[in-house]
């Protein structure tokens, strides 16, 4: 019996394997055919690649969030995309108001800065609520129970931002001083990818010095590494728990204000798909692992961003860009069979 359940797993295995080397043939084959026709321009691909760039920095501050509560509580939190589109919600509104008094036109850098306050203010309440209201709970339930209720918790505050804020898709206001773009050479950066890839390094560069230069850093740590040790040696885990949460909004409210620069809309159901893009970005660069986390979402960007052209282009598949979603989960699904562990591969506690 145990050798045959042995078998059909070994031939289980050969199928994924051979699923993933047929993708990977795919791709490659697509490619050869795309640039060998010379069908897009040097300038075009450089132009992807920014853009790739940019919306990888989006999903890099988001799959934060994912890894650093995986790392300390080994939970998926799908509830983090709906933080996200909370804090887009709270720097909407903002943004509206500051237009309608004139103040974003004459003021453009300290309305950028209150929308970012008020985004991540949303966001990191939002999710320190959801912590201590649904998860605090079933700190001890099976790993199972904090899934589920992550799901409703994604669910819950959905349907609450539709309520309240409806169901149409809402218009960012245009900030002109991110209007246009900068030319260098042949390639056009948009000055709202200026600002995006301003703000994401100075995210990340605060996010290394909390978790590597401060107590709550090492308390962060050091949970992470063991619950029990941490309390033992007197450090509150409840209290860094609610923490982790708090900078995992944080960094989910200044993703909002980009994608709403970027993207100019926001709905109720934002927060999914760039929600799910997130994750697979954390599992690319290996879950619970901060600098993977960042890796995962710049690679994710830019595959995103010229898979498209490179490779279904090149397999003659009409539209090709309207599959760039199917992009995102083709590459989860290849890092799942040929590396389950993630590009780097190692929990927070181990590389933070």
Partial sequence: MLAR????????????????????IAIVYGSIVTLSSGKYTTAQWLNFIIFGLAQGGIYALIALGYTMVYGILGMINFAHGEFFMMGSFGAFFTTAALAEMGFLERNPILSILLMMVVAMTVSAAVAVLSERIAYRPLRRAPRLVPLITAIGVSYFLQYTARGLFGSSVKAFPNIPALSGAVQLGPIAIQRSQIAVFVVVALMLLSLYFIVQRTKVGRAI??????????????????RTIALTFLIGGIMAGAAGVMYGIVFRQASFWMGFVPGLKA?????????????GAVLGGISLGVVESIGPSLFLDGLGIAAPHQLKDAIAFTVLVLILIFRPTGLLGERLSKRA
């Fill in 5 to 24: 359940l042995r078998r059909e797993f070994d031939i289980a295995d050969l199928v994924l394997y051979l699923i993933g080397l047929g993708l990977l």
């Fill in 221 to 238: 740590r050091s949970v992470a590494e063991d619950k029990d040790a941490a309390a033992l040696m007197g450090v509150d885990v409840d």
């Fill in 279 to 291: 994750f697979t970005a954390a599992v690319l660069g290996g879950i619970g692992n901060i600098a």
